[in-house]
């Protein structure tokens, strides 16, 4: 029989188990009212960047105390790191924005947001790959976001150099990328209105002039598609004039009176075309020029100058070209001289077809 003191003594390690549970609980708690206490400061901070009232802005600076707040007390609190990447961007440190945002991500890589901010960082910086990967990553988590599709559309465009066509595979991902956000979401006028402005880029006017007008059918004030089809009508036109002029002068006596006919029929439909396009471009410009401040739409009053000149209404394209060039300086133009330089140029074209005109009408009949 053992000892009565061997058989009345603790299980060995008994004692360490309970002050193991204790301060495991402990800390439990402790790490609990840190999260509590994070996600206040993460409230406050969230209620500074969405002040009620109508005039209320956001108070980014302080917001992002509250956020510093909130990260130190929790460092793996996702949602603030969004939120601090979203103050970050917004007042343009897209650098310190787009560390928060992968930070985000990091701690949880569902969260779209982070990535939507981050891509938004890139685009900024003109790192379009690099947003075009989180937009690919996104797609990769949600294949039903329009937005998505739309954003790396915009970035896939915004990757060309200015002037140059897209390559063909180049091409067909912008517009596969736009058609997708429209299939997607067939009320998502942006996406129509990027592939009119894709396709007005591959200098295909007819097939942007078709998406713009779908967008307006969707929203028929939104001014950027209006202004675009108006441009691309435009630019229509001046492509079929130069190619029109182009083609060496046909003489009507080596043709056969079929010929002339036929000949005569295309002259007719060409010019109807044109003339309707202009008419349709000259309607746009109108819609987002505001009478009363001509100045605040320049670009839409030379264009419609441009078309005035082009139906040989002379008085009307002359005022709209003075008035331009009278209001560069006042308008604060970011190339001012390139624009005066352009009118220069389409004054003298406006002087040489009016002589034409004139000697055209002065020619016996």
């Known amino acids: 029989m053992p000892p009565k003191e061997a ?7 008994g004692g360490g188990d309970k002050a193991a549970k204790a301060r495991e609980k402990k800390e439990k708690k402790l790490l609990e009212q840190q999260m509590n206490d994070s996600q206040a400061k993460c409230e406050e901070g969230r209620v500074l960047l969405e002040p009620e009232g109508k005039a209320a802005q956001p108070n980014y600076n302080k917001a992002i105390l509250a956020f510093d707040a909130a990260i130190e007390l929790f460092p793996d609190n996702a949602v603030a ?45 003109l790192q379009f790959d690099k947003a075009i990967s989180d937009y690919t990553s996104i797609i990769e988590i949600h294949a039903d976001n329009d937005h998505a599709y739309n954003m790396r559309g915009i970035c896939r465009l915004r990757k060309k150099p ?6 063909s595979a180049d091409f067909g991902a912008v517009i596969n990328d736009f058609n997708s956000a429209i299939r997607l979401n067939e009320n998502n006028y942006y996406a129509m209105a990027n592939l009119g402005k894709a396709y007005e880029d591959q200098h295909m006017f007819k097939e942007a002039i ?12 939104y001014n950027y598609a209006v202004f ?17 002029e182009q083609v060496p002068k046909v003489n009507m006596d080596d043709l056969s009176p079929d010929e002339v006919i036929e000949h005569e029929i295309k002259q007719e439909a060409s010019g109807k075309q044109i003339q309707a396009q202009l008419e349709s471009a000259v309607a746009d410009f109108t819609r987002v020029i505001n009478p009363e401040e001509r100045e605040k739409e320049l670009t839409a009053v030379i264009h419609r100058g441009t078309c005035y000149m082009y139906m040989n209404e002379f008085m009307k394209a002359e005022e709209e070209f003075r008035f331009a060039s009278k209001s560069i300086d006042a308008a604060e133009l970011p ?8 009118l220069k140029t389409k004054n003298q074209v406006l002087y040489n077809r009016r002589e034409r005109e004139r000697l055209k009408q002065a020619a016996p009949k």
């Open 7 to 13: 058989a009345a003594a603790p299980a060995a390690g």
């Open 335 to 342: 190339h001012a001289a390139l624009v005066q330089q352009a």
């Open 210 to 221: 078709a998406e713009y007008s779908r967008a307006l059918e969707v929203k028929d004030d």
């Open 162 to 167: 200015p002037g140059l066509l897209l390559k």
């Open 81 to 125: 790191c969004t939120y601090r990447g979203t103050c970050n961007k917004e007042t343009g440190r897209s650098e310190q924005a787009i560390e928060d945002f992968s930070r985000a991500f990091a701690l949880d890589p569902q969260n779209i947001n982070a990535l939507e901010g981050r891509a938004a960082c890139h685009e900024s910086m």
């Open 228 to 244: 675009r089809r108006g441009c691309a009508a435009l630019s229509f036109v001046e492509r079929a004039i130069q190619e029109r």
